[in-house]
């Protein structure tokens, strides 16, 4: 029997639209006039707004956008953050920590990174380890000496025009190591206008709630009740034990529903397995993981190469289907 997973995180599918919940759409990573950005907070927060985005966080570096700063319309949700960069003692760049639902500033470019997670953390923020490809972060060096950090930003838009958008490989090393899941987000870290078309709209996270609040959305992060996109949509995600007789392994099937995909991969704590239909796409798949997997997590690639993260599921204690 594999050894179970810490971490324990939501299945969004299962949370039900008759029972109140419902999907939102957001960034989390942008800049502004107030740091490295080009549009001010205002610009920034309208260009959004424009795109049918739910949701975003104003998140400049060093210092907290207050939201109150700029004027919303009434059901758009502004998470309030900053991007914070305390000093990586343990040899790697410094870091970049995207941390969301924060209120008190900090300098955190004076800070161990261990005293800023400390800090966000005691004010009922998060912090997300950000864009860690981009910024040459070894898991095992920088990240495993940390404790109380939320998740990973598993994409990142700007990150992409340097060619290290995604950091999959480092969210899949963090969590075979620590054997702990990790929820994703998936960020534009907006710096450019719109009229560049470089790096906005093209990254989101999609969260599951119950309320249109700041409180809800970083709740739904937190438990996983999300996943990341470029693209492609995620209807369902299902998964259930079956049984092969004579073998004791333990072996989970999983049938995935999603707008038009031309693979899945189901990546797990080791290896993994993909599902095609050669030749063809497809909105639903069922297919059987890897014995004995302690979890997976799901990427649907739709037909232009466009990704969805699903946040990774533990695989060992999925009963069978009564
Ligand atoms: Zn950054
Ligand atoms: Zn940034």
């Not at 700029?70 to 960069?85: K, R, S, T, W, Y």
């Not at 864009?131 to 404790?147: E, T, V």
């Amino acid at each position: 029997m594999a050894t179970a997973p810490t971490g324990q995180l939501a299945n969004p599918f299962e949370l039900q639209a008759d029972e109140g919940y419902f999907w939102l759409k957001g960034n989390l990573h942008s800049h502004t006039t107030n740091s490295d950005g080009r549009p001010s907070p205002q610009q920034r927060l309208d260009g959004y707004v424009a795109q049918g985005y739910d949701y975003l966080c104003l998140s400049d570096h060093y210092n907290i956008t207050r939201v109150e700063s700029v004027e919303a319309p009434d059901e758009f949700v502004l998470v309030q953050g900053a991007e914070l960069h305390p000093d990586n003692p343990f040899g790697g760049q410094r870091h970049h920590f995207v941390c969301l639902n924060i209120h008190e500033d900090m300098d955190s470019t004076k800070m161990p990174p261990q005293h800023v997670i400390d800090k966000v953390n005691g004010q009922g923020g998060s912090v997300w380890l950000a864009h860690p490809h981009w910024s040459s972060i070894n898991i095992m060096r920088d990240a495993l000496p940390l404790h109380g950090l939320a998740g990973i930003e598993v994409h990142n838009t700007i990150c992409r025009t340097y060619g290290r958008g995604e950091s999959s490989v480092h969210w899949d090393d963090w969590m075979e190591l620590e054997n702990k899941l990790y929820p994703c987000l998936a960020n534009d870290d907006a710096h450019a206008l719109d009229s560049e078309s470089k790096d906005t709209y093209q990254s989101w996270t999609m969260v599951c709630v119950k309320e249109r609040s700041a409180a809800a959305v970083c709740e739904a992060l937190k438990s996983g009740a999300s996943y990341g996109s470029t693209g492609p949509r995620i209807h369902d995600i299902q998964l259930r034990r079956v049984d092969r007789p004579g073998d004791e392994s333990q072996l989970v099937e999983a049938t995935v529903r999603c707008s038009e995909a031309q693979r899945i991969a189901a990546v797990h704590d080791q290896v993994g397995v993909e599902y095609r239909e050669p030749g063809k796409t497809f909105e639903s798949a069922t297919f059987t993981l890897r014995a004995n997997a302690r979890w997976a997590r799901f990427e649907v690639v739709g037909p232009d190469g466009a990704k969805a993260w699903s946040n990774p599921f533990d695989l060992t204690g999925i009963e069978r289907d009564a």
